[in-house]
């Protein structure tokens, strides 16, 4: 059974920092790519950051300079660090793994970040 159980969400304030973590189990992780969306109330779910199995990232235009991705094969996590915060990273952060050879999208529950001004 494949799970995604993110941890590391909560309330800070605008210029603060945050550290989300995403526990995965029931498929070979270190072939996936592992990534995070986010979606705010009201809009769509948006790409944050993905790191590939080889490594590899991309960000989100927004996020760029702030957040960084990355992830531990030996322990099947996936982190997600996020300094400088602002208002407008409030969302709910989903952890996300995509298996390329048999399409396979996994999402977890989902962890909620709220920034304050």
């Known amino acids: 059974q494949v799970q995604l159980v993110e941890s590391g969400g909560g309330l800070v304030q605008a210029g603060g920092s945050l550290r989300l973590s995403c526990a995965a189990s029931g498929f070979i992780f270190s072939i996936n790519t592992m990534g995070w969306y986010r979606q705010a109330p009201g809009k769509q779910r948006e790409l944050v950051a993905v790191i590939t199995s080889g490594g590899n990232t991309n960000y989100a235009d927004s996020v760029k300079g702030r957040f960084t991705i990355s992830r531990d094969n030996a322990k099947n996590t996936v982190s997600l660090q996020m300094l400088s915060l602002k208002p407008e990273d409030t969302a709910v952060y989903y952890c996300?793994?995509?298996?390329?050879?048999?399409?396979?999208?996994?999402w977890g529950q989902g962890t909620q970040v709220t920034v304050s001004s």
């Open positions: 996300y793994s995509h298996n390329h050879r048999d399409d396979l999208h996994y």
